[in-house]
Structures are given as structure tokens and as C-alpha cells.
């Protein structure tokens, strides 16, 4: 494997585009992440390669080549993330919307939609989702399943709003203009400490990780 560009690195580790067996892909690698944060950097690896082998049928999915406790090497997506693509068609929407839909089957939530830097616009004009860190996988779609899938949704919205807001539905702005109890108390209680620790203390931002397809 031959690693040719560093795409990000921050203290949970280092992610590359490599080459394997001849092809593009990409190295999330854990080993250099900081040693007080090896145990979180690695926890996340599991919950991204959990959800990956989950969806590893879904086609237009990033897939996992393999993996160990370290690291995590999937295929490479050709594409831009959604602040360099500005998709402006309802096709995009539409597809990216029944792609969500799709993954919510399998019981899984990406908990992370809200980065426009997680959704790509692919060279071939599909949408795709990347970076599942935050992913939760369950077989029980109770309260929390349901609540969390919703928030997938409103974030997508957010985002068809940004680029093409006249595609909006009615019931797509209802959705956009209620958010979760979930939603409320991440808003009030955990996003100001999220926020002071990510952007004062790690440096980063809702569109980090911009390069990494």
C-alpha cells in the first residue's frame, strides 16, 4: 500500500488517499492520534467500520477493503463534498433523500449530516454519504432510533435548503421547522461545550475533513 496524499490530520489520527492493490482508497489510521485520545480515536474506528460492514450491499456506498483495530482502509468515491459541488438539481435530492432512507432500513443513523463536507457530490451526479464515526447501528427502532433518523433527515433538508431552497416541500419545511426534543436539548445543553472544545481547543470546523472522500 502505498500512501501518496495526506488528506487530514488532526489529534484522533491521520487520514490518507493510498493505493491498494492498484486502486484508489482511503487510510483513516489511528496510530498516530494523540495518547490521551487513542482510546476515543479508536472507538470511533469501530463505530465507522461497525456501520460500513453494515451497509457493505448499498450500492453507491463507500466499502470497506478491511481493517483492525487501528485502522480502517475503504474504497476511494470519486466526488466533491457539497460546498465545492453545490448540487443544485432535485434528481440530486431526490436520490440523496432515498440513499438516507436506505440506510435508516438497516438501522442506522449517521448522526453527523449537519457537515456539508459528510456528503459528496459524485463524479457521476449521485449523492453519497462518508464518515460514519458518529454512526449509530441497532435492530431496535425505538424512540431514540426514530429521533436520530429524524435528525438525519432535517440536516439533509437543511441542506437542499441552502442550495435549492424552491424544491422545499411542505412537509419538508414542517420537518425543518421542528426539531427534535432531541434536537432542543443538543441545541441548549451539549452543543456550547461542543463547539468550545472542537473549534477553541481541537480547531475544527462544520466543514472539516472537506478532502476526505
Not at 482510546?39 to 461497525?50: P, V
Not at 463534498?81 to 436520490?95: C, I, Q, S
Not at 425543518?176 to 461545550?193: F, G, I, N
Request: charged share 30%; net charge positive.
Amino acid at each position: 500500500m502505498l500512501k501518496n496524499e495526506l488528506l487530514k490530520k488532526d489529534l484522533f489520527g491521520e487520514v490518507w488517499k493510498v493505493t491498494a492493490e492498484g486502486k484508489d482508497a482511503i487510510l483513516r489510521d489511528t496510530r498516530p492520534a494523540r495518547w490521551w485520545l487513542k482510546w476515543l480515536a479508536r472507538s470511533l474506528l469501530r463505530r465507522e467500520t461497525r456501520a460500513m460492514a453494515t451497509l457493505h450491499e448499498v450500492d453507491g456506498m463507500p466499502q470497506i477493503i478491511s481493517s483492525d483495530s487501528q485502522t480502517l482502509l475503504r474504497t476511494f468515491i470519486a466526488g466533491v463534498p457539497l460546498l465545492e459541488g453545490r448540487p443544485d438539481t432535485a434528481a440530486y435530492f431526490n436520490d440523496a433523500a432515498k440513499l438516507l432512507r436506505r440506510i435508516h432500513r438497516d438501522g442506522i443513523t449517521h448522526n453527523d449530516l449537519a457537515k456539508e463536507a459528510n456528503i459528496l457530490l459524485c463524479d457521476d451526479g449521485s449523492p453519497t454519504f462518508i464518515d460514519f464515526q458518529l454512526a449509530g447501528v441497532t435492530r431496535q427502532r425505538g424512540r431514540m432510533f426514530r429521533s436520530a433518523a429524524r435528525e438525519d433527515i432535517r440536516h439533509l433538508l437543511k441542506h437542499k435548503r441552502t442550495y435549492r431552497p424552491d424544491l422545499l416541500t411542505t412537509r419538508e419545511r414542517n420537518i425543518l421547522d421542528s426539531p427534535s426534543p432531541l434536537s432542543r436539548a443538543w441545541m441548549l445543553l451539549v452543543k456550547p461545550l461542543y463547539m468550545f472544545v472542537t473549534r477553541k481547543l481541537l480547531g475544527w470546523s462544520d466543514r472539516e475533513g472537506a478532502a476526505d472522500r
